[in-house]
């Protein structure tokens, strides 16, 4: 965990990395001083590197939810810039994450309530439409608008990008043949499901060069189905991890809802574990590290106020096996931004517990 890590030109102090969390603390889409001094206070307590929560792209339908922050405009823009400088001064490096939510819009969400949700195929879920399907002009907007969203993150001086492709937001969408019901070369097989996302990030890697890293969130589960899966066998995500191996990931980000949970049957490893043994490249795992419960059970569907913490041991025999090369910390760091610290110092009883009310204020 408290290793360096180094690929091109990025140099992360550990191997800890903050996890993407949207927290709806930026009226206008734009982020403020609490959120600055929100990254800073991660960044000051030893986090190697923070995962903004997820910015909008330049996209009309990009927004799903209220006070999320934007990554295009110059107001908006002037305040990632000072969260940059901020986390820098500290010591951290930082990755913002692009996001387009697709199908999970609704009409009457800022900034234009008047727009509806765009997806593959107008739903948000297998038979529950939602929004309108996009074309291929809707297509070519949402991939200039990532290209776009990259370019600014260089020139600002992030360290690098993640695309968020997970969860069943809109490029998730794609990949997903229960919400892909288009005949067009970006439906049907896994290939060209694939496609939308493949053109992104080879729009992304044009935008910013051969050495600027980006990382890709990818999840078998979805908001809409917590039990689907995008792949089934190693075998099948493989075919999945090559394609976009090509298009220029540098380091793929396996979401999961709890980090020690085997992938597939015969094998201990995870989802990280599989993903860098098959593509070859670096791996962020996340999923409940330091709690018991995953976020979706232990914060949202609990009537308990606080989740149960649990000690990281599985985390470091993973971590020193070498199955992943990073792990994304959540809640925890929510909760406590001096969770690292306090780990790393043996103070795990000084920890404390994550309690929903936290969600309430941005600390």
């Known amino acids: 965990m408290f290793e360096p890590f180094e690929l091109h030109n990025l140099k992360l102090r550990n191997r800890v990395a903050m996890a993407p969390m ?17 990254y800073r206070r991660r960044a000051e307590a030893g986090v190697g590197l923070i995962i903004t929560e997820g910015t909008i792209v330049n996209h009309a339908a990009a927004n799903g939810y209220p006070n999320v922050p ?18 820098h001064e500290a010591g951290g490096a930082i990755f913002p994450q692009l996001w387009h939510v697709g199908a999970v819009r609704k ?20 038979g529950k439409p939602n929004g309108k399907a996009m074309t291929k002009e809707d297509i070519d907007d949402v991939i200039k608008a990532f290209g776009d969203a990259a370019q600014d993150a260089k020139a600002l001086g992030f360290d690098g990008v993640e ?5 069943g937001y809109l490029l998730d969408q794609f990949l997903w043949e229960g919400t892909n019901q288009r005949d067009d070369e970006y439906g049907g097989s896994l290939e060209n499901r694939l496609r939308f996302v493949v053109e992104i990030v080879e729009e992304v890697r044009h935008r910013v060069g051969p050495d600027y890293p980006i990382m890709l969130r990818f999840s078998q589960w979805k908001q809409q189905a917590y039990e689907a899966k995008l792949v089934n066998s190693p075998e099948e995500l493989e075919r999945f991890l090559k394609p976009l191996v090509e298009a220029g990931v540098d380091i793929f980000h396996a979401s999961t809802r709890r980090f020690w949970e085997p992938e597939f049957e015969g094998s201990n490893l995870n989802l990280a574990g599989w993903t860098q043994k098959l593509s070859g490249k670096p791996t962020m795992s996340v999923g409940s590290v330091g709690l018991t419960e995953d976020f979706i ?15 990281i041991d599985e985390l470091v025999e993973r971590m020193n096996n070498g199955e992943f090369d990073l792990i994304a910390v959540g809640r925890a760091l929510l909760q406590d931004p001096e969770w690292l610290v306090k780990v790393k110092e043996g103070r795990l009883n000084e920890v404390e517990a994550f309690a929903k009310k936290s969600l309430a204020k941005l600390y």
């Open 297 to 311: 059970s232990g914060t949202f569907a609990s009537k308990q106020e606080a989740v149960e913490q649990s000690g």
């Open 22 to 38: 949207t927290r709806n603390f930026s009226p206008k889409g734009v982020p403020g001083q609490n959120v600055v001094d929100y």
């Open 163 to 167: 695309i968020h492709g997970a969860h």
């Open 70 to 87: 934007a990554f295009y405009g110059d107001e908006a823009l002037a305040g990632w810039k000072k969260v940059v400088d901020a986390v």
């Open 107 to 126: 009409e009457g969400t800022e900034p234009d309530p008047s727009v509806p949700g765009y997806s593959p195929s107008g739903l948000f879920a297998p």
